[in-house]
């Protein structure tokens, strides 16, 4: 759908072209409550917290609900000051995902590391997987001797840590991470009549996210119609 026809479909749903039962919404109004649709129609497909607890790519369906929104960047890393034996993406989130896709939500990360290989033979750089750690368990990790960042057998999966505006990635000091790949889900696109923005996620979505607003708007107006609409809409997908 265009943005005009989801606010002809928005209208026709709060059946506001044969009734004068419900508060007219200015265009100002229909884009809010599109927008605030989108944005929780994204969060509960990749959590899961939706009425077939489904999270994201967990059924074909999933995969179509947000398929649009992903992307894949590489970003250098350098060495970072924050952490020992620590690498963080060179300029951060702020000097590449935000200026090409503004990032979102992760959706998972591989890196390039490098070392002096036991075997001469082993291509460099590697690429390999993360270790995922938060500030409640990065110390265990890390003082753990057969935790998996550390290289044993030219194997090894560095420990990756968010915060503010980067990604760090800590090794045990015996190899170095160059570069970082992400794969995440971008922001969704603002929707607006006027200019003119239309929805940038899957067209078989638009249908699902203007029966959302709609039930957003009814419950902003406490209508007693909000419980019967949203058993319609937990029955959408």
């Given at each position: 759908?265009?943005?005009?026809?989801?606010?002809?479909?928005?209208?026709?749903?709060?059946?506001?072209?044969?009734?004068?039962?419900?508060?007219?919404?200015?265009?100002?109004?229909?884009?809010?409550?599109?927008?605030?649709?989108?944005?929780?129609?994204?969060?509960?497909?990749?959590?899961?917290?939706?009425?077939?607890?489904?999270?994201?790519?967990?059924?074909?369906?999933?995969?179509?609900?947000?398929?649009?929104?992903?992307?894949?960047?590489?970003?250098?890393?350098?060495?970072?000051?924050?952490?020992?034996?620590?690498?963080?993406?060179?300029?951060?989130?702020?000097?590449?995902?935000?200026?090409?896709?503004?990032?979102?939500?992760?959706?998972?990360?591989?890196?390039?590391?490098?070392?002096?290989?036991?075997?001469?033979?082993?291509?460099?750089?590697?690429?390999?997987?993360?270790?995922?750690?938060?500030?409640?368990?990065?110390?265990?990790?890390?003082?753990?001797?057969?935790?998996?960042?550390?290289?044993?057998?030219?194997?090894?999966?560095?420990?990756?840590?968010?915060?503010?505006?980067?990604?760090?990635?800590?090794?045990d000091g015996n190899y170095s991470v160059t570069n970082a790949y992400l794969r995440f889900l971008k922001k969704p696109t603002i929707v607006s009549l006027t200019p003119v923005v239309n929805c940038d996620l899957?067209?078989?979505?638009?249908?699902?996210?203007?029966?959302?607003?709609?039930?957003?708007?009814?419950?902003?107006?406490?209508?007693?119609?909000?419980?019967?609409?949203?058993?319609?809409?937990?029955?959408?997908?």
């Amino acid at each position: 759908m265009t943005i005009s026809e989801m606010h002809i479909a928005f209208d026709l749903l709060l059946d506001k072209v044969n009734s004068l039962q419900y508060p007219s919404f200015l265009p100002e109004e229909k884009d809010f409550f599109l927008n605030q649709a989108i944005r929780r129609f994204v969060k509960t497909r990749y959590s899961g917290f939706n009425s077939k607890k489904e999270g994201f790519e967990e059924s074909q369906k999933r995969i179509d609900d947000l398929r649009t929104l992903v992307r894949e960047l590489t970003i250098p890393c350098g060495v970072s000051g924050m952490k020992p034996n620590g690498y963080s993406l060179t300029g951060g989130f702020s000097g590449h995902l935000f200026d090409t896709a503004p990032y979102w939500l992760s959706l998972g990360e591989e890196v390039d590391i490098t070392f002096t290989p036991a075997n001469p033979s082993l291509i460099m750089p590697r690429r390999v997987g993360v270790t995922g750690a938060t500030a409640n368990d990065y110390r265990w990790k890390l003082d753990d001797p057969t935790a998996a960042h550390i290289l044993h057998y030219d194997e090894a999966r560095p420990l990756r840590l968010f915060y503010n505006d980067t990604i760090e990635f800590i090794t045990d000091g015996n190899y170095s991470v160059t570069n970082a790949y992400l794969r995440f889900l971008k922001k969704p696109t603002i929707v607006s009549l006027t200019p003119v923005v239309n929805c940038d996620l899957a067209e078989s979505t638009h249908d699902e996210i203007v029966a959302l607003a709609v039930q957003l708007a009814l419950e902003n107006v406490e209508q007693p119609r909000t419980e019967s609409f949203t058993q319609l809409v937990n029955t959408m997908e």
